[in-house]
């Protein structure tokens, strides 16, 4: 027993980043995914071009996609320079399933097989959910949820059958906590998490060992989509007792949205394969302190993952100490 506990893995708080650090310089991965093809969806806002740009220096393969606006041209030229082997925009509302068809068979056409797959679109209000149009929370859920379980159900075939593919599903803090007048996208970002976790277990009884899934936290950038959820006129619509709480939100919104994209690059080299697969991450943590920890990971399967904490010893599994066990003295409950 002694000697089991000397061999217990030391950890250590994993350094907190804003930007792009040494362990993600673009130049370690340039060519890394060469010829690689790979679907971006929100391509056109700031996190998407950040991503495409990421993807493009390591030489992927680029089918880019927007909804309502598309990415401006000089996206292309930029994705071409820094290294991208081709770059297409398709345009598809990743809320509806035959758009998500659409892109998939558009995306085979051009270039025969996909291999990665980064879910970035995303919808996000703030407001009441009692006020709130049950319409606009379908439209959330649709768009942060059911999108990318669409494209990930067209595509898993093809990564099982070529028994290689990565799915990078950009989710958000707010799928760990519960932030109020938020309702729709905490809601949907927290079954993205457990959608990527859940698919992943089956690739793994699988044996698809190069079939790996991941759920991040992007960091906090001031989007299009955060500036206007975050504008005076969104705040002026809450309740008066909450509109402070929520008037500097944005100060802290200052990382670069590089940080996100090269780390869903070197994820999708296979860098944290082992570690993190199926695993929710916070782009803020420094990804080589955390990869250095792989057998805490291991040990602790809580880490990295969406569950709940409960008073006394009862485990996220549900399993009580000692076992499952009857009662000894049995209830009759009146009129049976």
Not at 25 to 43: C, M
Not at 187 to 211: F, H, P, R, W, Y
Request: charged share 20%; with cysteine; proline share 6%.
């Amino acid at each position: 027993m002694a000697e089991e506990q000397q061999t217990t893995v030391a950890q250590f708080s994993p350094r907190f980043r804003t930007d792009i650090y040494p362990f993600i310089y673009p130049s370690k991965y340039r060519g890394t995914l060469q010829d690689k093809v790979a679907i971006i969806t929100g391509a056109a806002g700031a996190l998407g071009q950040a991503l495409a740009e990421s993807f493009a220096v390591a030489g992927v393969k680029l089918v880019l996609t927007y909804n309502k606006t598309a990415p401006p041209p000089e996206l292309r030229e930029r994705c071409v320079r820094f290294g991208a082997a081709a770059v297409e925009f398709v345009q598809c509302n990743v809320a509806e399933l035959e758009g998500c068809k659409e892109l998939v068979r558009r995306a085979l056409n051009l270039h025969g097989r996909v291999d990665i797959l980064v879910n970035n679109a995303g919808a996000n209000r703030l407001g009441p959910i009692y006020v709130q149009d049950p319409r606009d929370f379908a439209h959330d859920i649709a768009v942060n949820l059911n999108g990318p379980y669409y494209l990930m159900r067209l595509l898993l075939p093809g990564f099982r059958a070529q028994r290689s593919g990565c799915v990078l599903n950009i989710a958000s803090r707010a799928g760990t906590v519960a932030t109020p007048y938020s309702t729709s996208y905490c809601a949907s970002k927290a079954a993205l998490i457990n959608l990527t976790a859940c698919t992943q277990k089956e690739m793994d009884i699988e044996g698809l060992d190069d079939v790996h899934l991941y759920s991040l936290h992007p960091g906090g950038i001031k989007s299009a989509m955060t500036l206007t959820k975050y504008a005076k006129k969104s705040i002026s619509s809450l309740p008066a007792s909450a509109q402070p709480a929520f008037l500097n939100t944005l100060d802290v919104y200052n990382d670069s949205p590089y940080l996100n994209g090269m780390v869903c690059v070197a994820l999708a080299t296979g860098v944290g394969k082992r570690a993190l697969r199926g695993k929710y991450f916070d782009v803020g943590q420094d990804l080589e302190d955390v990869l250095a920890q792989e057998e805490a990971l291991k040990a602790n399967p809580d880490l990295h993952a969406l569950h709940t904490s409960f008073l006394g010893e009862l485990t996220n599994a549900g399993i009580p100490p000692g076992g499952y066990h009857a009662e000894e003295v049995k209830f009759e409950f009146p009129g049976f």
